[in-house]
């Protein structure tokens, strides 16, 4: 799992430093990508992945809602949404052939392609359309009224998404084809401020965009009449989606080259009938008995778009044929519905409503199932001009539930959106600039850090992008060392990038850094030995005892405890590891002080010893009492003059001494439909010693390996207010748990390995009239916006809570930094700053246009954890709904222009409902299925602790096809193809028992292989001979040199590596003891005791139309 | 005109309340100073060092959780004592703020040692501004019942 990516130290190795000394390396600031986790991150800085307006794949509303089924033989249930893999992944090397030829036309220059819109807007039906109806009256009812709109028809706005990723790719042989963008270039037709005060001082600065709503300033090569403002704000969008042609990074692939396209357009349909032949057998449904997850009749609201196509096509192939058209007109968003004259109301509304943006496209969601995007959701791009979007943070780093910030907080409440920031603010990064210099340039009033966003009124004055004073540039900042060049200070790296780290003087420092100090603390009671953890613990950190970050002064130290507490002397000049033996827990003290915490350098050996023994010496204990408090209290003691990490190993409920728990969970309640008990600590033990450990700077990590109920929510508390995490393996035995095993092992290596900041603190800055409202994650808020972390490590996410308290009439654009200030296992002092620039929108259609339905769906599980905490669980479950029902009720009444039937979404929050549905049957928060207390407990910790990315996987799992890989749209990563299938819906009817389904919920994959899977899949990946010879418990697929296994195992490793911790996999048949996990997670389809997606639907619909 | 027992409760009320007077003003001060901390550093800085101006309020916030408990107390105490002088009106008048207390403190957070603020949970801004809220409310309560005991002592000395 962790691959080379994941292992860069501190920045070290991670990007270039720049320090003012003219004699540094003018390298530019990008470097190429990494690889592994590294190349993650980096489509992020790509507009194009994620932008709003263009589609948000082709073949999402493709299939339409619940089309007819046309007499075709194989069709027994809902047609699946046409396969197109190679779509929104990363084409590597090979272009998607679906490209339009129009795209393909690479002008010279950006003033001919824009020249050529006239020719785009209505473009010549490419030969495939022609069989569908497509091409006909819908094509130019939503293309015309953006005609005059240049950026509309800009091939490279129109283009499909699958140009986005192309992150870990080397540039093509070919220069990019900056033409194709059309845009100008930033700086030389600058979008106008309104009005530009006189002394603006701007060379080649973005000066801050246009409100949405603005009349368009004419964007060069705009021809003709301005147009409506409403498809102004559109443009703008278009345009910050685009990549500008100037820019120079090469980090992105350039899959855009246009002899590829053009060579690989022709053969498209032939590809797509092919894909779509198959995958609609595919998904061919079992046999009727198998459909547990069918609706439950046809329900009126499916009934109405029934009528027939007018063509006979198959309709998998009218889908994957429309891709042709939406790819140059990327508003003709148009479901695979019927023709023009029997438009159903969404369509009808929209056709009403041409001008609306794409993330307000108004969708039915009791007509249209197939909402599912076939990749996985890619953020929205805020509406802002392309120069400013350019230098926008990575929504990886820094995601804002709502991209376009409401102007008053009436107007957030008429939302009923939640407004918050997720943030995964020390990421491990492949590129990251880091400046060196005595002053780093701050903000006299706010103390916020110079960034892209702040505004240069002169060449010695900046104004503040959160407080709008005006400070002076300091001398030396003139001097820019990227350009070596004097009088630029615009064109510092600081200026430049909207995440850049600093290395910290001395002012940073309340007292010298601290060197990096581990401290293991081991259960070592019957229960623990029992498990066979320790060896497996022992054993990695023998085997990454060189891979521990730190430098020379790096001190680690052991304690072990059951009744008593065990300290181990490893001084120095003994022969062997000394064991100290305190008996006393009730007023526990450290017997040497000085020796129990060595140098790893210098006594390594003897460390080594003692990892080789430790499992050793405690076999034949007989010992089952735990006091952990005690033990915690002495680690604390040993820890508190330097700070550092303590990593506690815990594998039963503590019952001796201080901090010893009772179990209070009834295993008769865990399946009850009641409120659940006993979700918040049991004692204030284990929060006071986090809150003591939080100010001596130390964190705590907490391990737990229990197959018994261990209190985790007493437990947890100790490393969630230390900023530690929390690890959970239930059931853990060495031999009868192999698959928590190997995870244990890997989350050890990652654990130990990773990057880490001592003494950290974080603190969160937004533009005037923005507050802090609440944090989610771990960590203690020290100050209204200052979170104490006394370590930091790369996989920590957080979200926070906002809200607006003055009224923000006079801002187009707010500013949210993020710095987080550490002490790096080097000893260095750095401070990472993010820097994120949102549009702030007065309508509130343009705040559900900006909405980001994953984000706001992250952040409502953090509420609703909180919620259930506080209040009750069935209290969190009704605010989820509730958030679901206000949130579209507003919609239709505010923002919707027409009313009609049917529940009603905007296109960017049509995934919502499914979301909610989703964190409904969560672990966290389902009611009615058995569910221990400590996993959800557990699932709660995860879904505030784990960045929004993984949080997800956890909420809506991932449903991949097996049996039928292939290389079509695969990604190339260090010459492994990597293949893409789509993500299936969660429902039994995507299931078939001729096929096998890779279900991946982020902590675990399931791979479930139904009772006919094919016999070439059997063989070949799973080296069995038939589906009987499945053995119950696997775990491991079998590495068979055939090409199948090849590319099945390349994808799960793929799926694996891109997060920071292990998923165990195990693989399933009908009759498997882990079948009903797999089924749980089939979030569309009804359960004994919760509703499926349909009827949720309709119950959020009843709600509304109250 | 003779000195009751009544006359005696309205009196020591009167004290007390000014005394809890006294806990709200400074209960509403340390509230505030937790809220506004970040708002205006520049303008601390200038005129003290900030780390003894960040002591200081830090004492000043400790004090402020430290009197939740004697103010309940007190104010226990003269309901208690109303009762005995069978001041009926005032009793009734004291009731909801006595349920509001002990309901206030059955539901805090789970503690150990005696107090009501939950560090943690303290700086989530629901709880601050229900904190803030919750000290203007009693100022005013307060201020209100002072001078309502004032009356009552001059009316139950005067009439007596």
Redesign the interface.
């Known amino acids: 799992m962790s691959t080379a990516g994941f292992n860069s130290q501190n920045g070290t190795g991670t990007g270039q430093t720049y320090t003012n000394g003219p004699s540094q390396n003018p390298v530019a600031l990008q470097q190429p990508p990494g690889v592994g986790y590294g190349m993650n991150h980096q489509p992020a800085y790509n507009p194009m992945q994620t932008k709003v307006l263009g589609p948000p794949s082709p073949a999402l509303y493709a299939s339409g809602p619940y089309q007819p089924v046309p007499p075709g033989p194989q069709l027994g249930s809902y047609p699946p949404p046409p396969a197109q893999p190679l779509l929104t992944r990363p084409p590597i090397g090979v272009l998607p052939s679906h490209t339009p030829p129009q795209s393909a036309s690479p002008g010279p220059g950006p003033r001919q392609a824009q020249a050529t819109p006239p020719a785009q807007a209505t473009p010549p039906p490419p030969a495939v359309t022609s069989t569908s109806y497509y091409t006909g009256p819908p094509a130019w009812q939503y293309a015309a009224p953006r005609g005059p709109a240049p950026n509309h028809v800009n091939p490279a706005a129109a283009a499909p998404p699958h140009m986005s990723h192309g992150s870990a790719q080397p540039p093509g042989p070919g220069a990019p084809p900056t033409s194709i963008h059309g845009y100008p270039q930033p700086g030389t037709a600058p979008p106008p401020m309104n009005p530009p005060p006189p002394h603006t001082y701007q060379p080649n600065r973005p000066a801050y965009g246009p409100p949405p709503t603005a009349p368009p300033a004419g964007p060069p090569g705009a021809t003709g009449t301005p147009p409506p403002p409403k498809v102004d704000a559109q443009s703008w969008g278009a345009a910050s989606s685009a990549r500008p042609p100037t820019e120079p990074d090469t980090q992105e692939g350039d899959v855009e080259c246009p002899g590829d396209v053009a060579g690989n357009g022709p053969q498209a349909p032939n590809s797509y009938n092919h894909v779509d032949n198959r995958m609609a057998g595919a998904a061919q449904p079992g046999p009727p008995g198998r459909h547990l997850g069918h609706y439950p009749s046809l329900p009126p609201g499916y009934q109405n778009t029934l009528a027939p196509p007018p063509s006979s096509l198959h309709p998998a192939l009218q889908a994957a044929t429309q891709p042709y058209i939406q790819g140059p007109q990327p508003y003709q968003q148009q479901p695979g519905g019927p023709g023009p004259d029997q438009l159903s109301p969404s369509m009808a509304a929209m056709s009403l409503q041409s001008g609306t943006p794409e993330a307000l496209r108004v969708v039915n969601l009791l007509q249209e199932r197939n909402l599912l995007p076939p990749a996985p959701v890619p953020a929205p791009t805020p509406c802002l001009t392309q120069d400013l979007q350019k230098l926008n943070c990575s929504p990886e780093v820094f995601r804002c539930t709502l991209t376009s910030i409401p102007q008053t907080q009436s107007l957030l409440n008429k939302a009923k959106l939640p407004l918050g920031l997720l943030l995964h603010p020390f990421k491990d990064l492949s590129q990251l600039p880091v400046v060196t210099s005595s002053t780093i340039v701050r903000c006299r009033s706010c103390r916020t850090y110079i960034n892209p966003f702040v505004s240069f009124l002169d060449q010695r004055r900046w104004k503040c992008n959160l407080c709008y004073r005006v400070n002076d540039v300091p001398e030396e900042f003139m001097y820019n060392p990227v350009s070596r060049s004097y009088g630029e200070p615009h064109k510092r790296p600081e200026v430049q990038n909207a995440t850049i780290e600093f290395i910290a003087p001395s002012e940073y420092m309340l007292r010298p850094p601290q060197p990096a100090v581990y401290l293991f603390v081991l259960d070592v009671s019957h229960n623990a030995v029992e498990t066979g953890y320790l060896s497996v613990f022992c054993q990695s950190l023998l085997d990454n005892i060189n891979a521990l970050p730190g430098d020379s002064r790096t001190k680690v130290g052991f304690i072990t405890f059951d009744s008593t507490i065990h300290f181990y002397n490893l001084q120095e000049g003994l022969s062997q590891p000394q064991m100290l033996i305190v008996s006393d827990i009730e007023d526990i003290f450290l017997p040497t002080p000085d020796s129990l915490l060595v140098n790893l350098n210098e006594c390594k050996e003897l460390v080594q010893d003692l990892l080789k023994s430790l499992p050793n010496l405690f076999e034949k204990t007989m010992e089952t009492q735990s006091a952990l408090g005690s033990a915690l209290q002495a680690a604390f003691k040993l820890l508190s003059p330097t700070g550092g990490r303590m990593s506690v190993f815990q594998t039963q409920l503590p019952n001796l001494g201080v901090g010893a728990l009772q179990s209070r969970e009834d295993p008769n309640q865990r399946a009850s439909a009641k409120d659940v008990q006993h979700l918040s600590p049991a004692t204030d033990f284990y929060k006071k010693l986090a809150l003591d450990c939080s100010g001596q700077q130390v964190a705590v990590d907490l391990f737990l390996l229990s197959a018994q109920y261990c209190d985790l929510a007493s437990l947890g508390c100790i490393s969630r207010f230390s900023a530690g995490s929390v690890y959970y393996y239930p059931s853990y035995h060495h031999q009868h748990n192999p698959a928590q095993v190997e995870r244990f092992q890997r989350d050890l290596k990652r654990y130990l390995t990773r990057k880490i900041g001592f003494e950290a603190v974080m603190r969160i800055r937004c533009t005037k009239g923005l507050s802090i409202h609440t944090f989610h994650g771990n960590f203690f808020v020290r100050s209204t916006d200052l979170l104490s972390l006394p370590n930091v490590n790369p996989d920590a996410g957080f979200a926070v809570q906002m809200s607006i308290e003055e009224n923000l009439d006079d801002m187009q654009v707010v500013s949210f930094q993020a710095a987080l200030l550490y002490t790096s296992s080097k000893g260095e002092r750095r401070i990472r700053v993010h820097t994120m620039c949102l549009p702030v929108v007065s309508s509130l259609s343009d705040v559900f246009a900006g909405a980001d339905v994953q984000a706001v769906t992250g952040l409502l599980a953090c509420m609703a954890v909180d919620r259930s905490v506080t209040s009750s669980l069935s209290d969190a479950r009704d605010a989820m709904t509730n958030a679901a029902i206000d949130s579209l009720s507003s919609y239709r009444q505010s923002a919707l222009t027409i009313q009609q039937p049917g529940l009603l979404a905007p296109a960017c929050l049509r995934l919502f409902p499914l979301y909610i549905l989703a964190l409904l049957k969560q672990k966290a928060f389902r009611t009615g299925t058995s569910t221990r207390l400590d996993e959800r407990v557990f699932a709660m910790y995860q879904l505030k602790y784990q960045p929004l990315a993984f949080a997800m996987l956890m909420i809506h799992p991932a449903l991949y096809r097996l049996d039928d890989l292939s290389d079509e749209g695969a990604l190339n990563i260090n010459e492994r193809t990597i293949p893409q299938p789509r993500v299936l819906q969660l429902s039994v009817e995507k299931l078939s028992r001729e096929g096998a389904f890779l279900m991946d919920a982020g902590l675990v994959m399931y791979l479930w292989i139904g009772r006919n899977c094919h016999q070439n899949f059997l063989s070949q990946v799973l080296g069995v001979s038939s589906y009987a010879a499945v053995p119950e418990k696997l775990c491991l697929l079998p590495e068979l040199d055939t090409a199948e296994s090849q590319r099945t195992r390349a994808l799960v490793s793929w799926l694996r590596d891109q997060r920071p911790f292990f998923p165990s996999l195990h693989i399933i048949r009908d009759e498997s003891q882990l079948k009903p996990h797999f089924m749980q997670n089939m979030i569309e389809d009804r359960t004994e005791s919760a509703l499926s997606y349909y009827e949720f639907l309709l119950h959020l619909q009843q709600q509304i139309s109250k | 005109m003779a000195f009751t027992f009544a006359a005696f409760c309205y009196m020591l009320a009167l004290l007390l309340t000014a005394a809890l007077i006294f806990f709200a003003i400074w209960h509403i001060i340390a509230f505030d100073e937790?809220?506004?901390?970040?708002k205006?550093?520049?303008d601390q800085c200038n005129t003290l060092n900030p780390t003894i101006e960040k002591v200081k309020k830090i004492k000043r916030v400790k004090i402020a959780i430290k009197l939740v408990l004697p103010e309940y107390l007190i104010h226990f105490f003269f309901c208690v004592m109303f009762l005995c002088a069978a001041e009926w009106l005032t009793l009734v008048l004291n009731l909801p703020l006595l349920a509001y207390h002990v309901w206030r403190y059955t539901s805090r957070?789970?503690?150990?040692c005696p107090g009501l603020y939950?560090?943690?949970t303290i700086?989530?801004?629901?709880i601050l501004a229900y904190c803030q809220k919750e000290g203007w409310c009693k100022l005013a309560f307060y201020l209100l019942s002072f001078f309502y005991y004032l009356y009552g002592m001059i009316y139950v000395l005067v009439s007596s």
């Open positions: 937790l809220k506004t901390d970040y205006n550093p520049i957070p789970v503690m150990s939950d560090p943690t700086m989530n801004a629901d």
